[in-house]
């Protein structure tokens, strides 16, 4: 992991909310339990309710020995870290309780001796610009105060633009951090040293060699009591406009001139700008959209999403989307790009295959009357890893050699036994406080991904039939398997 952070004072706008609460403070708690928070570094939580700091302190406790699975909670840590913790009830529509802000933070213009002001959006986006203009009330947006945004940052372009611009109207976009957390995964982090620290791969990491990729994001889970807000985004939005399209990007950039934040960031933009429009004349040929209803998951039966929870039963947003895509560059030409997400589907899994080319010539056919093609599967969740699958003879004597493939498993926790894998969201945290931007979203980049987006959405409006249903506990509907059956190909679907 990174060295330590900076002095900074750490300021969690909806301190009280799940995020915060399941994802940020047990983050924090890592990192300081790993000797990686300065000091003097302050956690102050911001949110409405009504609480002593005591309380506060109380509560943040409460839920870190409810939400360390793995681990109880290291009381000698925690002496350290409640310290560092404080907290400051404001109503984040008023823009007269900011001033409370300035009990606990130094508003006078840090020095690059004190303490860097990181302020952490964890609330809806459409308080924004009021979080922006709070702070600014109270002198908190000049450098080099940083701002974090957790998405989404919009429902399409056009809210995603005016969001931008709401916040460039208080910070430089070098003090601006959107948070996207798959780029805090180990796996994803590892993209980069696979493709361009081993010439195996990047030697071979092209049209040449490459029949096609897949990407793949699997959740078991439903709607989750989030019906009405799932509701308003869909799988499309929710899944593939941020995370998705950020690993095909690192999957398929060119090599960056340098490991740092704007050579990253360019190479990426590239990737998004060469994607080709899906729209109304390809739209029903490379799309699939689905819609779960009643099964089973696991033991559990589930309802379907027009049954969950507060539900309206006309509604025809989706929960599965395919996708088929070409990125229209000389390395990727011919070379389409699968992608698949979706709900309820039967294992939680996200992963990365390339499918590399067959074996021109076969010289083992007595034996082997087909080679399948090698296959290098990158495994984002839930068990970390890399693996290439291969072919090899099999042990014994005769005159014919029998093959069979196996598969050389590089598992993250095996290979590191000792060694923690950290959480997406203590690594963006660490970053953050560091500030290291090359793990963050650029402005143009959401805005490229929701112009791509938003033609697949206009063209799925115009045609007559809504999505595609699929029994809770499968892998989304049959026209997915078409999707790729049409091109002589199959999703990896091991069960």
Not at 24 to 35: F, I
Not at 360 to 366: D, G, M, S
């Amino acid at each position: 992991m990174a060295s330590s952070a900076a002095c900074c004072d750490l300021i969690l706008f909806g301190s009280c909310g799940d995020l915060a609460r399941r994802k940020l403070l047990p983050a924090l708690y890592q990192l300081e339990k790993a000797g990686l928070l300065h000091s003097d570094t302050r956690i102050i939580g911001v949110a409405r309710e009504s609480l002593s700091l005591a309380e506060y302190r109380a509560k943040v406790g409460e839920d870190l020995r409810q939400l360390l699975t793995r681990e109880t909670l290291d009381e000698s840590v925690w002496q350290r870290f409640e310290k560092k913790l404080s907290y400051c009830e404001i109503e984040l529509s008023d823009l007269d309780q900011y001033e409370a802000l300035t009990e606990w933070v130094d508003t006078s213009g840090a020095s690059e001796h004190e303490r860097t002001p990181i302020c952490y959006f964890a609330t809806p986006p459409h308080l924004f610009a009021t979080l922006c203009k709070g702070l600014h009330s109270v002198g908190l947006t000049r450098e080099p105060t940083r701002v974090v945004l957790e998405k989404p940052l919009g429902q399409d372009l056009a809210s995603s633009q005016k969001i931008n611009r709401q916040v460039a109207e208080y910070f430089h976009e070098s003090q601006v951090y959107r948070i996207d957390h798959y780029l805090g995964k180990e796996t994803v982090l590892n993209l980069l040293a696979l493709r361009f620290a081993n010439s195996i791969f990047s030697d071979q990491w092209s049209h040449s060699t490459i029949d096609h990729i897949q990407i793949t994001a699997a959740e078991q889970v439903g709607v989750e009591g989030r019906w009405s807000y799932y509701d308003d985004a869909g799988q499309l939005r929710d899944m593939v406009q941020n995370h998705l399209l950020q690993v095909l990007s690192l999957i398929a950039m060119e090599p960056p001139t340098r490991l740092d934040t704007e050579s990253i960031r360019e190479e990426k933009l590239k990737v998004l700008r060469s994607l080709r429009p899906i729209d109304r004349d390809n739209v029903h040929d490379d799309t699939v959209r689905g819609q779960y209803t009643a099964g089973f998951v696991g033991d559990h039966k589930v309802p379907g999403y027009l049954e969950e929870e507060g539900a309206a039963t006309d509604s025809t947003t989706e929960t599965f989307v395919a996708l088929k895509t070409h990125i229209d560059n000389w390395r990727w030409s011919g070379v389409p790009f699968y992608l698949r997400t979706g709900k309820r589907m039967p294992h939680k899994r996200t992963e990365v295959v390339i499918t590399f080319k067959r074996q021109p010539h076969n010289i083992f056919y007595e034996t082997q009357s087909q080679l399948p093609p090698n296959r290098l599967i990158i495994r984002l969740q839930p068990d970390e890893g890399v693996e290439i699958q291969m072919m090899n003879k099999v042990p014994g004597l005769g005159k014919q050699m029998q093959l069979k493939p196996t598969t050389l498993d590089l598992s993250f926790y095996e290979t590191f036994e000792n060694k923690r894998i950290a959480d997406a969201y203590e690594r963006l945290l660490l970053e953050a406080m560091q500030g290291n931007q090359y793990l963050f979203v650029a402005r143009e980049e959401v805005e490229h991904a929701w112009r791509w987006i938003d033609g697949i959405r206009a063209a799925w409006q115009q045609l007559p039939e809504g999505p595609k249903t699929y029994q809770a506990g499968t892998w989304g509907p049959t026209a997915a398997v078409t999707l790729m059956a049409q091109d002589g190909r199959e999703w990896d679907d091991e069960d």
